[in-house]
Every structure is written in structure tokens, then in C-alpha cells.
């Protein structure tokens, strides 16, 4: 592979070291040599190859958390008219997804983070999908004057209730998407951040990427007309990657299918094996389908020859609305933006200089 075609970054780093080229080649074999014939040195690679597969059969559950207060119904109304566009991205996928609803109600026994509707689970033997979660979103007003939206969330996904009236709901085996819309601020007893950590751990060690939640809320930090800012579910959206849309927002159809994306169990976020050099990682994406290769002579147009040995599209770096996808520094992953997603079963391949070589 050509090294610098691939790294943007090294041309300007050959322009100002002029060894660089040669040691670059040498060190990208793992191998520096000195000048005397006997004295044979070994050092790391500086470059870091990564590469994920994008989720080849999605398997999702999906847990919609809906105010049910009073204030609420317009929005609730709106949610199931536009489910339609939400099932069309989980059918596009080919995703095998379960659907349950609760309500932000944990006063009333009936509710508590036990699945409404019937059938409480919505899944591709439903006969129909999309009437089945318009009749169960329209819950019953509550009397309560609380809205706890995590700790609904909670209840619903713990031990107690999968095993009672929950049970068939959660997988094993799948990627779990939390959902919440509310137009007021969580009122759960405990700090925040129990509830970002429990979610993230409930799937275990090392499964954290397959758990998320999303909120339909009002922005911080002053929230928008009619609702308040969700402050909380913003903050626990932001610790598991999902996604923010506002509540006020005139029409929800763009919101559900950019939700129905996700919701397919497709990834957004690829954690790095090291840490990353951030103005050196580029980023490929191609499949199976694309045409194999040995060399960059053998691609045409702007693709690239991935170390997958594969022709492959380069991925731009975010600026603004410009560009797919932008490195987090804290968690050390290539995170994808907008309506950008890898394909189903296609590959990721991340290059970067590994930090402190």
C-alpha cells in the first residue's frame, strides 16, 4: 500500500523530514536496521491498522420509554402517524427486531416499567407492525405529576420483570436501543450517571457498543416551546452514543427514520485497539462486493487499495454538515454522523500513528 496516498498527513510530515520516507517504509515492515551488517534492531510499527465489520444480520431490541402525561398527546399521536418511516429502515436492514413500550409512570402498579399494548411485543411476526405500535403508544394519561423516565427504563430491563410480565423481550444476543420522549426533565431518584453506567453494563463486559439510548426531548439548556430541557436523558444519551432530536421539532418523520437507522442494530461507533494520533487517522469503507486489488494501480477513481485488499471509498473526516464521521478523544472511537452508516456487513478499516511513537 502507498502509505502517504493513504495518509494525507504524511506528505506534509515527508515535506519537512526528509528521512521520513525511508524510515517509514522500514518501520512499517517492523524493522529498523542500523548500518553495520551484525546489528539488527527491532521496533514497533507506528501504524495502527484497525478493522470492524459492520453487524452482517442485525438482531435489536427496542425499548420506547413515552411520557404519558397529559401535555403529551399531540406528540404521542404524531409518533405512531410516522412509525411507518421508522419500520421502513428496520425492514430495509433486514433487521430481527423486538418493539416494546413503557411509560414514564412508575406510581401506578399496572404501568412501572411493565410493556403496554398487546401484543407488548412488536416483532416481524406481528401481523401488523405498524397499527400494533400506533394502538400502543396511545397510552392512558397518568395522575402522576412525576415523570421517571430512567428509572422506567430500568424496571422494564431488570431481572424481576424479565422474568414476570417482560419475559421475551430482551435477547441475549441482541443490540438493545432505548428510546425515550418526554417533554419534561427526568425526575428518577439517584444521580445520573448510575443509570449511563447501568445501561452500559447491562450486556456485560466488553458489550457496551451494543447498547444505547436516544432522546426526543427538549435541548439544553433552556429547553424549546412547551417543553423543558431533558437535561438528564441528554446526559445519559451522550455517555452511550445515541442520538438527540427535539421534541419541538414540526415533524417527526425525519426523526423516527434516522432513529429506525439506528435502531437496526447497525453501528455507529468503532473503539480503537491504541491510541490514536487524531490528525493522522483516515478512515475506509468497502465490502465484498467491491473489486479486489493488490495495489492502488488497480482502483479507479478516489478509492483506495485497504489493507483488506479491497477497493475502498475514503471517508471524509466531519466539518460542520461536511463529512461522515468524527474522532472522540475520550473513548478513543471513530464515531459516524448525520445519516451516514456503514452497510450492513461491509468493513471499516481505520489507519492512524499510534500515540508516543
Known amino acids: 500500500m502507498d502509505w502517504q496516498q493513504f495518509f494525507p498527513s504524511l506528505r506534509q510530515r515527508s515535506r519537512t523530514v526528509g528521512t521520513w520516507n525511508f524510515t517509514l517504509v522500514l518501520m512499517a515492515v517492523g524493522v529498523i536496521s542500523s548500518w553495520g551488517c551484525d546489528d539488527v534492531r527491532f521496533t514497533e510499527n507506528p501504524i495502527q491498522i484497525d478493522t470492524f465489520q459492520q453487524t452482517p444480520n442485525p438482531m435489536v431490541d427496542i425499548l420506547w420509554v413515552v411520557?404519558?402525561?397529559?401535555?403529551?398527546?399531540?406528540?404521542?399521536?404524531?409518533?405512531?402517524?410516522?412509525?411507518?418511516?421508522?419500520?421502513?429502515?428496520?425492514?430495509?436492514?433486514?433487521?430481527?427486531?423486538?418493539?416494546?413500550?413503557?411509560?414514564?409512570?412508575?406510581?401506578?402498579?399496572?404501568?412501572?416499567?411493565?410493556?403496554?399494548?398487546?401484543?407488548?411485543?412488536?416483532?416481524?411476526?406481528?401481523?401488523?407492525?405498524?397499527?400494533?405500535?400506533?394502538?400502543?403508544?396511545?397510552?392512558?394519561?397518568?395522575?402522576?405529576?412525576?415523570?421517571?423516565?430512567?428509572?422506567?427504563?430500568?424496571?422494564?430491563?431488570?431481572?424481576?420483570?424479565?422474568?414476570?410480565?417482560?419475559?421475551?423481550?430482551?435477547?441475549?444476543?441482541?443490540?438493545l436501543f432505548v428510546i425515550v420522549i418526554s417533554d419534561e426533565n427526568d425526575h428518577s431518584i439517584g444521580p445520573v450517571e448510575y443509570y449511563s453506567r447501568w445501561l452500559e453494563h447491562l450486556k456485560g463486559a466488553g458489550n457496551e457498543n451494543t447498547v444505547s439510548m436516544s432522546a426526543i426531548v427538549g435541548q439544553s439548556p433552556d429547553g424549546c416551546a412547551g417543553a423543558e430541557a431533558g437535561d438528564r436523558y441528554l446526559h445519559v444519551q451522550v455517555d452511550t452514543g445515541g442520538l438527540f432530536h427535539s421534541i419541538c421539532s414540526e415533524d417527526y418523520g425525519p426523526i423516527v427514520e434516522e432513529l429506525g437507522i439506528n435502531a437496526a442494530g447497525l453501528r455507529r461507533k468503532f473503539y480503537l485497539s491504541e491510541g490514536a494520533q487524531a490528525d493522522t487517522i483516515q478512515v475506509l469503507n468497502y465490502s465484498d462486493q467491491d473489486q479486489a486489488c493488490q495495489s492502488q494501480g488497480e482502483c479507479s477513481g478516489d478509492k483506495i487499495c485497504a489493507a483488506g485488499h479491497h477497493c475502498a471509498d475514503v471517508l471524509e473526516e466531519a466539518t460542520g454538515q461536511v463529512g461522515v464521521w468524527s474522532y472522540e478523544e475520550g473513548d478513543n472511537s471513530v464515531f459516524f454522523l448525520h445519516d451516514f452508516i456503514p452497510d450492513p456487513g461491509s468493513f471499516i478499516e481505520v489507519a492512524y500513528f499510534k500515540q508516543g511513537i
Request: negative net charge; aromatic residues 4%.
Open 67 to 175: 411520557d404519558n402525561s397529559g401535555t403529551m398527546s399531540d406528540e404521542r399521536a404524531q409518533l405512531g402517524e410516522k412509525f411507518d418511516q421508522f419500520m421502513a429502515k428496520l425492514l430495509e436492514s433486514g433487521a430481527d427486531y423486538h418493539i416494546g413500550i413503557v411509560s414514564t409512570d412508575t406510581d401506578d402498579p399496572a404501568h412501572s416499567g411493565r410493556l403496554q399494548g398487546d401484543p407488548k411485543v412488536i416483532t416481524p411476526a406481528t401481523p401488523d407492525p405498524k397499527a400494533a405500535f400506533a394502538a400502543n403508544v396511545q397510552l392512558p394519561e397518568t395522575d402522576s405529576r412525576v415523570e421517571r423516565g430512567l428509572d422506567a427504563m430500568r424496571l422494564a430491563l431488570g431481572e424481576d420483570l424479565l422474568s414476570g410480565d417482560n419475559s421475551g423481550f430482551l435477547r441475549a444476543n441482541a443490540s
